[in-house]
């Protein structure tokens, strides 16, 4: 069965960096898109960025766009999200998903915690 496996997380201080990975395991990456997404405590979870698997093309939500790099290494069948410029706003639950062109999203890793100081 396909797995999503996130890593990378962890605590910086306001302006550092973090190199967030989801790796694939028990397959090969077969969906169109991998997705993105946090939730801190007691709000909403949130889009933060996806990218279509085969062309590499990524896009990002308007509060993360210009600071934060999502990529991917097909060999590996890992996807990156490199966040630079990191605010206190940016903590939450980071989680990384499997889905399609038209949004929807089907499985789902266990998420990261990335923690801000100010």
């Known amino acids: 069965q396909v797995r999503l496996v996130e890593s990378g997380g962890g605590l910086v201080q306001t302006g550092g960096s973090l190199r967030l990975s989801c790796a694939v395991s028990g397959g090969t990456f077969s969906d169109s898109v991998m997705g993105w997404f946090r939730q801190a405590p007691g709000k909403e979870r949130e889009f933060v960025a996806r990218i279509r698997w085969i062309s590499g093309i990524a896009t990002y939500a308007a509060a993360v766009k210009g600071r934060f790099a999502l990529s991917r290494d097909r060999a590996k069948n890992t996807a990156y999200l490199q966040m630079y410029s990191l605010k206190p706003e940016d903590s939450a639950t980071y989680y990384c998903?499997?889905?399609?062109?038209?949004?929807?999203?089907?499985?789902w890793g266990q998420g990261t915690q990335v923690t801000v100081s100010s």
């Open positions: 998903a499997a889905g399609s062109i038209d949004g929807s999203y089907e499985r």
